[in-house]
């Protein structure tokens, strides 16, 4: 398995992951031309250093996906955290270890970065997924809410 920055040609193939849930499919626009939006998101992300468009690949196909976005703070005695978004591994590849690495990746990224924290959100609706974070090392500490402007 390999890591690298995403490229625009992977977005289609990235999109796909994203809606490939029941609240994915509610909110992605997959397929082989994807709105502009995803394109002019990408290129923010591309062009800011704090943040980060990971793809993991075995046997040179895309196998999961992760954001990686480096937050400034104050507290923490001014320490940075790391938050990570967008997680998904494609169907095929999931129970074979594709997950635990791409977010044991970005904890080695955080960590040698001197990041003070690692954090991210799930849905409640992800059972699955709350009980894989859990069982790798991360615990509820928050009660996360949104606001939807749209």
């Known amino acids: 398995m390999t890591f690298r920055e995403a490229t625009p040609d992977d ?37 800011d250093a704090n943040n980060a ?6 046997h040179g196909k895309i196998a999961g996906t992760l954001q990686l976005t480096y937050i400034p703070g104050l507290t923490y005695t001014g320490g940075e955290r790391a938050q990570i978004e967008g997680v998904r591994v494609a169907a095929e590849q999931r129970g074979h270890g594709v997950g635990q690495a791409l977010i044991t990746w970005a ?5 040698a970065r001197g990041c003070r924290v690692v ?31 749209k």
Do not use: C, N, W
């Open 119 to 149: 954090q991210l959100t799930t849905d409640r609706q992800r059972p699955d997924a709350i009980r894989f974070y859990q069982k790798i090392g991360f615990r509820p500490s928050h009660m996360g809410m949104k606001y939807h402007l």
């Open 53 to 58: 468009l990971i793809v993991a690949e075995v």
């Open 11 to 47: 977005l289609p193939q990235i999109v796909r992951l994203l809606a490939d849930d029941p609240l994915g499919a509610t909110r992605e626009t997959p397929g082989e031309e994807i709105p502009e939006a995803y394109f002019t998101a990408f290129t923010a992300i591309a062009k």
């Open 107 to 111: 904890i080695q990224q955080a960590r």
